[in-house]
């Protein structure tokens, strides 16, 4: 059973908007969640990640929302840039033992120049 | 920066080998994982390991087994090699500390004929 939900598949964005990927758990228990970046043939890339105490967290570009009443989160990128194409992944950890994420199946996102 | 080293970026083999994916990583952490990635299905845990000599099972343990003998090293070993094991490998590591993100190698894209 999935508990980390990415229901967009793919998302196409022109360069200079606002790209919006959103995620949705099921798991009350997590309290810790990140976002992924990942380029074909390369690993997952870190990218930036939020505590369930907070509900914005931002970095440059990239700002993470936590909607913990609805169990939803989403990245926003300002502006978007072609280089910023991959495909992008949350993740979700209850923050016990060794961490361990739940991973989404991923959004791939696609900005045009 | 964190570095997690995968030994192959891609490998070949036969149905009904044994399969060794090396994975180092230099920043003393306590935590590995592996992972395999597949379309549509995000990333998968297969096992983790808090520890040395320490292992446990992750989502899909089946048809795979671990060994954490130093601190820096983990291997996924395949114990004989099925078709419906060609997947990409991740290996990841990340602190003891909670809430900390999992770092990354760059994969290994196992193909089983």
């Known amino acids: 059973d999935q508990q980390v939900k990415q229901n967009s598949p793919s998302l196409s964005v022109q360069e200079g908007r606002i790209s919006i990927l959103n995620c949705d758990y099921t798991?009350?228990?997590?309290?810790?969640f990140l976002w992924y970046k990942k380029y074909p043939a390369e690993g997952p890339t870190f990218l930036i990640s939020?505590?369930?105490?907070?509900d914005k967290n931002e970095d440059g570009r990239f700002t993470v929302f936590l909607n913990k009443s609805a169990k939803h989160l989403s990245l926003h990128i300002v502006p978007s840039q072609p280089g910023d194409s991959a495909v992008y992944f949350c993740?979700?950890?209850?923050?016990?033992?060794?961490?361990?994420?739940?991973f989404g199946t991923g959004t791939r996102l696609t900005v045009i120049p | 920066d964190v570095k997690v080293t995968q030994s192959s970026r891609y490998l070949v083999k036969r149905t009904g080998e044994k399969v060794f994916l090396e994975c180092v990583q230099d920043m003393d952490h306590e935590n590995m994982f592996w992972y395999r990635q597949d379309p549509g299905l995000g990333l998968r845990l297969i096992y983790f390991?808090?520890?040395?000599?320490?292992?446990e099972k992750g989502d899909i343990p089946e048809g795979y087994s671990v060994s954490r003998e130093k601190k820096e090293r983990f291997s996924l070993i395949l114990e004989s090699a099925s078709t419906n094991q060609t997947s990409m490998y991740l290996c990841?590591?990340?602190?003891?500390?909670?809430?900390?993100?999992?770092?990354f190698g760059d994969g290994t894209r196992l193909s089983i004929l």
């Open positions: 390991s808090y520890d040395v000599k320490m292992k």
């Open positions: 939020i505590s369930s105490i907070k």
């Open positions: 798991n009350s228990m997590f309290d810790y």
């Open positions: 993740a979700a950890s209850a923050g016990a033992g060794a961490n361990n994420l739940f």
């Open positions: 990841a590591s990340s602190s003891g500390t909670k809430n900390q993100p999992q770092h």
